[in-house]
């Protein structure tokens, strides 16, 4: 499975910006699809997962401004970030999980909002 990141970049406070992850490879053990951020000095920490039965999760600190979505005929998830905010800087990585609980990776965007 190969994650292919892309739209990150510097944007203002308050602005928007979605980023893209497209998959390729091998998808048909995908489970779990999601993305996950970390900030200089910190860990790396979830965002937003959709999984293949339920609900999709949330960080408290992006519900009501981040909306994850997919579309399977692209094979691609999306991460639409509005209200961004200083805290939301860090690099962001997409992220599917197998039904055998590997995970693959993308390389990472970096998102840059500046107050």
């Known amino acids: 499975v190969q994650l292919q990141a892309c739209g990150g970049g510097l944007v203002q406070a308050g602005k928007s910006l979605t980023l893209s992850c497209a998959a390729s490879g091998i998808l048909v053990s995908i489970n779990n699809v999601g993305w996950y951020r970390q900030a200089p000095g910190k860990e790396r920490e979830l965002v937003a997962v959709?999984?293949?039965?339920?609900?999709?999760v949330y960080a408290d600190s992006v519900k009501g401004r981040f909306t994850i979505f997919r579309d399977n005929a692209k094979n691609t998830v999306y991460l639409q970030m509005k209200s961004l905010k200083s805290e939301d800087t860090s690099v962001y990585y997409c992220n599917a999980e197998t039904v055998n609980h590997i995970h693959y990776w993308g390389k990472g965007t970096q998102v840059t909002v500046s107050s």
């Open positions: 959709i999984p293949s039965f339920g609900d999709v």
